[in-house]
């Protein structure tokens, strides 16, 4: 997982899933001491505990986005599905287009057409709920960060996504 916002210690990242025993957040390599556990909840949501007995339950093996706030005291996970969506491209804010999972766990893949640069970038979103995106530069995601403004340094064309978000990357060919 990575840092997001640093005034609430909040971490994010999509993660495969899939434990019989759950998990803890551990808070550097190797270090099985210094860990949150779960304090109350479920395997969806729930409170954090530094140093606790329990672990996080495992929810259903699959992709999910695991979002923390070490400062808050809290967890909470999201499924991603089978497609996630592009919007801003063409100064078009919609879930409209789609990049459909491939056969490699957590990478997504798609045909866009650029038109035009993007006034504001664009972002990939897991859902069509506005609240969980990834914005980046540069071949790499960030969980609500700065929208992605590659597209104002292409020729207009029809280019393939490719998203991994299990490494955080974005690659776009003509």
Not at 56 to 66: K, S
Not at 133 to 140: D, E, H, I, L, R
Not at 150 to 169: E, F, I, P, R, S
């Amino acid at each position: 997982l990575k840092l997001y916002d640093e005034d609430q210690l909040s971490y994010a990242g999509v993660v495969n899933v899939n434990s019989l025993w759950g998990y803890t957040l551990n808070i550097e390599k190797d270090n099985w001491a210094d860990k949150y556990t779960m304090a109350s909840g479920d395997a969806l949501s729930g409170e954090l505990v530094f140093q606790g007995s329990d672990n996080i339950p495992a929810p259903t093996a699959g992709l999910y986005l695991i979002d923390a706030s070490l400062k808050a005291l809290s967890y909470q996970l999201n499924s991603v599905g089978t497609q996630i969506y592009v919007s801003g491209l063409n100064n078009i804010w919609d879930f409209n287009t789609v990049l459909a999972a491939t056969a490699t766990i957590g990478e997504y893949s798609g045909v866009v057409t650029i038109n035009e640069a993007s006034s504001y970038g664009f972002q990939i979103h897991l859902d069509s709920s506005w609240n969980h995106y990834f914005g980046g530069a540069n071949g790499s995601l960030f969980y609500k960060g700065t929208n992605i403004s590659d597209d104002a340094a292409l020729a207009a064309g029809t280019y393939t996504l490719t998203v991994d978000l299990l490494k955080g990357t974005y690659l776009l060919v003509q």
